[in-house]
């Protein structure tokens, strides 16, 4: 059996074994709400965004990944809300994980340039199984269509709490954010299986280079590095990256993964490296960006293909609105 199809197996008994596994983005600051949901509203008015995700094309029907957001500053009373709606598919099976979430998010003005946001995150879950598109062991010796084993596995419905905070001034920002605080159900055999408490933190420090104009003619050249840190249970994984930022145009570098890190012997932590480019169309409040992770893990680039991922975000917002102050230091890719 060749190695790719071999992974193509294996993929739905981790992703049945690995309940509490979550969907994850390589420009996961183009999905703020769902990294932090005190990021809501992190914008001048309107934001809307979309992200899909491609990971490891290679491998027959491995993950794909889709979501859309809105969310909305509203400046007036300090806060921020908006929605999310996500969906995850993985294996031959079609273990298909759809997420839809609401998030708010409160503003505590510390200086001028500085804040901190808080914010809460309520999201309905509803993880199901195609068992028609597999064979189970008592069809081979019945002869049926259809498994008893599999009618035993049912989908699942689920609500998963979470919450964030964060800071954030013009020059660098640190955030936390922590998901399954009420530890839901998410067992398809019914089981009683809570998930896991998933904690995250992220940061990182913008040195601007050149800044010239203002508002919406602002044109800057900066430099930005950062770092995505992630656990739940004995699991952990570690992104450290670095943009380029100059006028319209975004390069960035990631590497995924923790090189001195061991779960067991022979099976280490790397996972992959990231090539980033976005444009931004100030003027227009558009932005479009592209990602590719090379893989190197195990698995290989060969066999997996690597993964791509798109986003497009776009703002909406008054003109009175787009000359207010919204501090953001992060990147926006």
Known sequence: MRLKHLYSYLILFTSLMYKAQDPQFTQFYANTMYLNPAFTGLTYEHRFAIALRNQWPGIKRTYQTGMFSYDYNLSDLNSGIGGFVMQDIAGTSRLTHTQGGLSYAYRFKTSKNSEVRAGLQVAMNQKRLDYTKLIFNDQ????????????????????????????????????????????????????????????????????????????????????????????????????????????????????????????????????????????????????????????????????????????????????KKRNKRVVVSCPKF
């Open 140 to 319: 081979f010796i019945s002869g049926a269509n259809v498994s008893q084993d599999a009618l035993q596995i049912e989908r699942v419905n689920y609500v998963d709490i979470g919450a964030g905070a964060v800071y954030n001034t013009t020059n660098f920002w640190v955030g936390v954010a922590a998901k399954h605080l009420n530890q839901p159900n998410a067992s398809l055999i019914a089981n009683v299986e809570p998930l896991p408490v998933y904690f995250n933190v992220h940061g990182g420090y913008r040195y601007i280079i050149t800044a010239r104009g203002s508002g919406k003619t602002k044109l800057e050249e900066f430099v930005s590095a950062s770092v995505h840190y992630r656990h739940e249970l004995k699991y952990d994984q570690l992104d450290i990256g670095a943009y380029y930022f100059k006028d319209f145009i975004q390069f960035g570098l990631w590497y995924r993964g923790l090189p001195y890190k061991r779960y067991k012997p022979g099976f280490g932590s790397r996972e992959s490296i990231s090539i980033l480019v976005g444009i931004e169309i100030p003027d227009r409040f558009f932005k479009i960006g592209y990602s590719y992770d090379l893989t190197v893990s195990r698995l290989g680039v060969n066999n997996s293909q690597g993964a791509h991922e798109i986003t497009l975000v776009y703002e909406v917002a008054k003109k």
